[in-house]
């Protein structure tokens, strides 16, 4: 393997529990280099499911976190200006497709549309990617895959993946996984006992209630596990639910109150 392919490996396995079938299903689409988006709330586990199956198939990954600011240019690549003269550097999409890795594009809808339209052409059976300012079509190497994710949450009119992105995918469904099976998580990666995560499930099973009543999002299990590390580090459980359960959530006083209600219920 070359050192441009090793050094995007991942060592050690990323901790995953399965909620169903997707790691079968995950390594079929790639068996057959099918793109594939992921489905679910923000901090349900996407990354970390692509983390564990590109450890899993043995493959490097790139992954690029997507914003409102991120161009084409950004994924492709760009001339830069140096001593001697323009130099071409390859961005992310352009290094994935050339040395073989998976290319994670989290949150691919918060980008521009010219970023989403630039990766049309390494979707389907021509498998390359045109770099227009260079003048050079690069052909994706045999193990290039292209994997995004896709928040439907967020979907609007003004933010939302055309239909000619979406029917050039595969798609996986994500959420938060039953309350004991994100109990052990939290507990595990929270460093934590079981019964004290266990509680934290319950008080985001509320905050999940509120969603569309005042919340745009529940809490995620990311933010559990913030939780529980705030907790392992000697804080009181209340005080870790308001820092990191509470607080980044809403600003909304009344929210506020109804979840602090539910955490000194719960704790
Ligand atoms: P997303 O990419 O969906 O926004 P992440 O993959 O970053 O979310 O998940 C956030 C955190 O939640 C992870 O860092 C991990 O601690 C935990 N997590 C969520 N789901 C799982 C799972 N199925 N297995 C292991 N950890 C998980």
Redesign the pocket.
């Known amino acids: 393997m070359t050192d441009s392919r090793r050094q995007y490996l991942i060592d050690t396995e990323?901790?995953?529990?399965?909620?169903g079938a997707e790691i079968a299903q995950f390594e079929a689409a790639w068996s057959r280099r099918l793109p594939v988006m992921?489905k679910?709330?923000?901090?349900?586990?996407?990354?970390?499911?692509?983390?564990?199956m590109a450890w899993r198939l043995g493959q490097p990954l790139i992954t690029v976190a997507c914003n409102e600011d991120v161009t084409a240019s950004d994924l492709v690549g760009r001339y830069l200006l140096d001593a001697d003269g323009t130099r071409w550097q390859d961005g992310p999409l352009t290094v994935a497709a050339r040395i073989g890795a998976i290319c994670y594009l989290?949150e691919i809808v918060e980008a521009r549309q010219d970023t989403v339209v630039a990766i049309h052409p390494l979707t389907d059976h021509r498998r390359v990617l045109p770099l227009d300012k260079k003048g050079e079509l690069v052909r994706a190497h045999p193990d290039f895959h292209l994997v995004i994710?896709y928040?439907p949450g967020y979907q609007s009119l003004m933010k939302d993946l055309k239909q000619s992105t979406k029917q050039r995918f595969t798609a996986l469904d994500?959420d938060?996984?039953p309350a004991e099976?994100?109990a052990a998580?939290?507990a595990?990666?929270g460093g934590i006992e079981p019964a004290l995560a266990a509680r934290l499930v319950d008080v985001a099973a509320k905050a999940r209630a509120l969603k569309g009543h005042g919340l745009d999002e529940g809490a995620?299990?990311?933010l559990?596990?913030y939780a529980a590390q705030l907790i392992a580090t000697g804080m009181s459980p209340p005080d870790a639910c308001a820092m990191a359960m509470v607080r980044p959530l809403t600003d909304d006083p009344d929210i506020r109150a109804t979840l602090a209600h539910a955490i000194d219920l719960a704790l």
Do not use: M, Q, W
């Open positions: 990323p901790f995953y529990r399965p909620a992921l679910g709330p923000t901090g349900c586990g996407k990354s970390r499911f692509v983390e564990h989290d994710s928040n994500f938060y996984l099976a994100e998580i939290v595990l990666e995620s299990t990311r559990l596990v």
